[in-house]
Each structure stands twice: as C-alpha cells, then as structure tokens.
C-alpha cells in the first residue's frame, strides 16, 4: 500500500455576521428592485391595456354612433327592399283568383269545391248512383281525392287574415263529407262483389280471391266459402301479404278485407288555431285603424289644399277668359283626385305588408303548452305522422250468394248491408277452451315511396276515443328489404304505421347557394340524411337524397310545386324537416326570439341570390359571395341580433366565441347594408333585380324550416 495522503491544513473561513448581514441587504435589495420593476412593467402593461381598452371603447362608440345616424336611412331602405313581400301576396291573390276563373270557364263537368252549392251538389248526385263496382268507385275516387286535396290546400295556402271562420268550418265539412262517402262507396262495392263470390271461386282452393292495385289504392279480398278448417293460412296472388286465422275463423261465413288507401283520411283533420286567428286578427285591426287614421289626415290636408287654391284663384286678374279660369278648375280637380289614388294603393300595399309580417311571425312562433293525452296508449300527433296511408283490415260476414235460375240470377239483398263479423265475439260462453280466438298474425306491404330511418310503430284506430294508439299489437317484426312488416292484431279496424315527425331534427348543418338568375339551392343535412332542394320563382323541387352518404331515388325528385304543395308531398314521403309550433317540447334547440329570427330569414332571402349562407359552429351566419361556384368558399361569421348586423373576427377554428369585430368593418342596422360594404355591384345588381316572387319563396322555405333554431 501507498502512503496515505495529507490533509489539508486550510480550513472553510467561516462567514462572519457583517458579511451576512450585508448579503442578506443585498438580497432583499434585490428582491426589492425586482418588485419594482414587475410593479412598473404591470403598471405600464395596464396603462396600455387600460388604453387599447379605451381607443377600442371609443372607436366602438364612434361605430355605434355612425350606425345610429344612417339608421333611419337603412331601414327606409330596407322596407323599400320588402316591399317584394307583399307584392308577391298580390300575386298570390291574383293566382288564385285566376285558377278560380279558369276552372270556370274550362266546363269539364267537375264541380269548384270551394263553392258550397257546387260540391253539395255534386256529393247528393253521387249518393244517388247505386250498383257501382269497385272498379268504377276507384276511377271516381280519383276526382274525389282531387277536390280533397284541393279543399286541403286552400285552407294551407290562404293566409289566416284570408280565411273567415265560416269559410273553414264549410270547407272541413266538405271534406270530412268526400271522405265518409268514399270510404262508404267502398263498402257498397264489396258488398257487390262479396255477392257474386260463388260465381268467381278459385277453381284449386274453392275460394274467391280478388286483388285490385291502383296509384291511391289497393284492395285485397277473400272470401272463405269452402270453410276448410285446414286452410288458415291466406295469402294474397302468390305474395307474402295476408292473414294467419283461427280456426274458428277458417270454418265460418266470412269473408277478409285489406283495403290500403294511400292517404290517410281517418286522423282527424288539423283545427286552425283559434289564438292565430285573433293574433292575426287583432294586427290587422290595428293596421286599419292606422289606416284609417292616415287617410283621414290626408283627406283634411286635401280639403285646406282646394280651398288656399281657391283664394289664389279668386286674386287672378279679371282678364283672364272663363275657359282658361274652368282649365284651371279641371287640372286642379284632376291633381286632387289623382293623389289620393296613390296613396290609398300605398295604405293598402302598407296594410298588406303588415299582415305578411304578422303571418311569417305566425309561422316560427312556438306554442306556450304541450298537448295533453289522457290514455297510456295514444299516440301524441304532434310528436309522430301517420306514414303510407292506412291499411283497413275488416272480417266480414259473407252476405247471401246469387243462385242461378231459369236464366236469371237471384240474390238476396240485405237491408242492413254489409256486416262486419264480431271478432273476438262479446259473449264466450259456448266456446270451450280459452285461446279459441287468439290474435291474428298480419303481414303487411310498407308503401315504397315512403321513408322510414328506423323500424316503423304499428298503431290502430280508436273508433270511440278517435284517436291511435299502439295497445292490443304484438310479436312486431320488420324486414326493411323485402319491405314487410307482420304484427298480432287483437281486434280488426284500421291500422298505420308512424315514424317520429322529429326523427331528422335537429339538423346538423344546412347551406343556401345560389345557381343562377332568381335560383338558389338549400341543402339540409342530418344524421340520417343529407336533402336538396332547389328553389326559382314561386316554385321549390327535391334535386336529391343521400341516406347514408348514398343517393336514394324518390318519385318527387324534378317535379316543380309550390312550396306548400311541396312541404307536404316531403311530409308525406317521411322527409320532414319542417318543425310545429310543438316541435321544441320534443327537440333541443337554440331559442331565439321569433323577431329577430324572422328578421333574419326575411333578410336572407333578399340577399340569396349573390351570396351563400351556411350553418356555423358558433350559430352565426356564414356569408360567401358566389358570383362563381368555388369548391372551397372563404367563408365569413356574421351576427345579426335584429337591430344589428356585424362581421366577426373570430372563424370555425377559434377556440371561444367572442364578439370582437373584423378589422376595418362597420356595424349596420341591416345584414343587406353590411354585405353591401364589400359587395361587387354586380351582386347588388342580382339582388335588386331578384324577382319578388323567388324571394318569398325562399323566405317560406327558411321560415318553414328555421335553420337557424333547429341547427
């Protein structure tokens, strides 16, 4: 081992007490200066906040100010731009007016039904006609259904402040009436052909077996006159459509009806709502006594006006000849008379534009209560639609056959006419076991031109409460391929199947584009499907479908019809996008206040001819000029709360929403004047050159649909 080394004889000096003394002042000095400088480098960072605050305040000031000062110039403009709205009302009067001329003087034997005596008339003659067949009754119930439909869209179309009370009760009557005597024509004529069951037996079976398919209806009917205990099993021309039935049915004077009408005229017919009635009512009231008030004043001004152009008269020298004094008298009457003209046409296009406004605020209102149902069971319609018509299934007794003799058939007519059989029979007390009248398995054919997204719901018809409901179905199931659905019925009456009316609500995005001159596109995305619909003049049309993100083909696609005609052909395919005044109590929304929505709505359509619009994350608006189409569009948030429009700084990637205002940008009192501030003037140019009737149409559509709650 090597020698071990050395210690070290320097020892640590220890610090004295000065020397900490002084390191402990230097410390807190420097903490101290530290302080200092985070205090003045806080205070000049507030200071300059407190001025970036400032400048930012008084610049918003400034901005609110200058918004302030052009107000009354822009709304002025603004109302001006609406005048569209009541003149495309005008038009809609005269449209109806015309059809009303032109079904006069056309004379092809069909009856107006909006004229009482005409369709009163034309139903007694048809109760008269007797031993029609089933062919002849569906030729006819195609006028029938017409006139309903017609009847239909009259109470839609017609504005509430056009309708009287009378009126609707008239035309609800007419149409309950047309729809009772269809339905009653029908069971006249299956009775005719029960009659004759023995002469049209199927030669394998024994059986009569009759099968009629038209576009409004399809009728299946067998009667059972072998009473074969074994043949339970009722199919209909090779089909999977039918019955499972006991035995007690398989041996008994029946016989089976499966009549599918294609429309549905069991589900009680939607009231008008008293309270929009007087709404409307009491706006109109008011207008008309502004009105009144106006014109009034105007006539008083007219009358001081004659009497100072009298004095002046009086004063003209003497010379002047009788006939020139009696030209003057007749340019001065004229001028006089002339004036109020135009402004009684200006009152009234004001009255006019006041009832609209009432009718589309009407149309985004929601109502204050849910309705109330009083069974566990019934189907509350203002949370599901009856879809694919109704489907009357009837047991039948089999009336008396015809019998061959000498030449000449006899039959016996029933005065009661035809008579439903009793199933299950209110009295059991011959019958021996208890399940000797079980349910009755039915397999029916869901209409291919309705859309169901999910499994449809089976309901029936309550005759005595008058309403659906979903209790006595059981063992449900639906093969959506083959488009089958086969269910247990407790009872025979009609049936239908219902889908939730919101089932596509809320929407997930939506877009409004243009196309061309008065044409814009509105496409409606949801979680089940993605809708589009073109829109030009005072027509709307279905363009496409995509269920799943592939294109579904729909007999309504390329067919133009006005928008109500259309927003209820949608309805009835299973398309709805279209909310209720109930519809919030079954879907979350974004409340907004009906005003300010409708002022949007309305603002939009002025401006969707030049510009796109579209659903934003922030519930805003997003604007693109589209002169040309562009596959990726830069797109702007605006906000408008009704008495303000503005752009915002923020875009769809800000991680917080914040008011703050793009650089360089105003606030305006309308969206029309702010996009107006960076629009080309061949935008304006389409703007202002829209064509009054495309701009309602749009502004029906958006109101209709109210993307901007619903989304």
């Not at 000062?69 to 109806?96: H, I, M, Q, S, V």
Request: proline share 4%; hydrophobic share 35%.
């Amino acid at each position: 081992m090597g020698p071990k080394a050395k210690k070290s004889g320097r020892k640590k000096r220890k610090i004295t007490k000065a020397e900490r003394l002084k390191q402990l002042q230097e410390e807190e000095e420097r903490r101290q200066r530290e302080e200092e400088e985070a205090r003045v480098k806080y205070e000049k960072e507030e200071m300059e906040r407190l001025e970036i605050q400032r400048i930012e305040k008084e610049k918003w000031h400034q901005l609110e100010a200058k918004d302030l000062e052009r107000r009354n110039e822009e709304l002025e403009e603004l109302y001006l731009l609406e005048g569209c709205f009541p003149e495309a009302e005008k038009l809609k009067r005269d449209t109806r007016l015309l059809s009303q001329w032109k079904h006069y003087i056309q004379c092809d034997g069909s009856p107006d039904p909006s004229i009482s005596p005409e369709i009163n008339t034309f139903i007694s003659l048809w109760k008269e006609e007797t031993n029609e067949t089933l062919e002849e009754v569906i030729a006819k119930s195609k006028l029938v259904l017409n006139l309903i439909d017609k009847l239909k869209l009259i109470l839609l179309e017609t504005p509430p402040y056009d309708l009287e009370d009378k009126n609707i009760i008239q035309y609800q009557g007419s149409i309950l009436e047309l729809q009772e005597l269809l339905h009653l024509k029908f069971n006249i004529a299956t009775e005719i052909l029960l009659r004759q069951a023995s002469t049209l037996a199927d030669l394998d079976s024994g059986n009569m077996e009759k099968v009629i398919q038209d576009e409004n209806v399809t009728l299946y009917v067998w009667a059972n006159l072998k009473k074969n205990p074994r043949y339970k099993s009722v199919r209909f021309s090779e089909t999977q459509i039918g019955f499972e039935i006991p035995r007690i049915l398989a041996t008994s004077d029946i016989a089976l009806r499966l009549l599918h009408t294609h429309y549905d005229h069991v589900t009680p017919l939607c009231p008008v709502p008293t309270s929009l009635q007087e709404h409307t009512a009491t706006v109109t009231h008011f207008v008309k006594d502004e009105v009144k008030n106006e014109e009034a004043a105007i006539s008083k001004e007219l009358q001081e006006e004659g009497k100072q152009r009298e004095n002046e008269s009086s004063s003209v020298q003497e010379e002047e000849t009788k006939f020139e004094e009696q030209g003057d008298s007749e340019v001065q009457m004229s001028f006089v008379q002339e004036e109020p003209e135009a402004t009684k046409f200006e009152l009234e296009m004001k009255l006019l534009s006041e009832t609209v406004l009432s009718a589309q605020l009407l149309l985004i209102e929601n109502a204050n209560e849910k309705p109330c149902f009083f069974e566990d069971n019934e189907v509350d319609l203002c949370q599901f639609t009856t879809l694919g018509g109704v489907y009357h299934l009837d047991i039948l007794e089999l009336p008396p056959q015809c019998k061959p003799m000498k030449g000449w058939m006899i039959v016996e007519i029933l005065k009661e006419g035809l008579q439903k059989y009793i199933y299950p029979p209110e009295t059991t007390e011959d019958v021996e076991t208890e399940n000797a009248f079980p349910p009755i398995e039915v397999t029916l054919e869901v209409q291919e031109n309705v859309i169901f997204f999910e499994d449809p719901v089976v309901a029936r018809w309550d005759a005595e409460g008058k309403h659906w409901q979903t209790d006595g179905i059981s063992n449900v199931s639906y093969k959506s391929e083959e488009r089958l659905i086969t269910f247990s019925l407790e009872t025979f009456g009609p049936v239908t199947l219902i889908q939730d009316s919101h089932i596509n609500m809320p929407f997930q995005s939506w877009e409004l584009r243009p196309l061309d001159v008065n044409k814009v596109l509105l496409t409606v995305t949801t979680v089940f499907t993605e809708i589009q619909i073109q829109i030009k003049e005072n027509l709307c049309m279905l363009a496409s479908i995509k269920l799943n993100n592939k294109k579904h083909s729909s007999i309504l696609e390329g067919k133009w019809m006005t928008p109500i005609s259309f927003i209820c052909a949608l309805k009835e395919a299973g398309l709805n996008i279209f909310p209720s005044g109930h519809s919030h109590f079954y879907v979350v929304i974004n409340y907004k206040d009906p005003l300010v929505e409708m002022k949007a709505y309305r603002q939009l359509a002025l401006l969707s001819s030049a510009f796109a619009f579209g659903w934003s994350k922030w519930n805003t608006l997003k604007e693109h000029l589209t002169e040309e189409p562009t596959q990726k569009p830069n797109w702007t948030n605006l906000m408008f709360s009704g008495d303000r429009a503005q752009r915002l700084k923020i875009n769809e990637n800000s991680e917080a929403f914040s008011e703050a205002l793009q650089e360089e940008t105003e606030f305006h009192s309308t969206l029309y004047h702010m996009v107006k501030d960076f629009a080309s003037k061949k935008a304006m140019e389409k703007i202002r050159s829209s064509n009054c009737q495309f701009i309602d149409s749009v502004c029906y559509m958006l109101l209709s649909t109210r993307l901007l709650s619903y989304s």
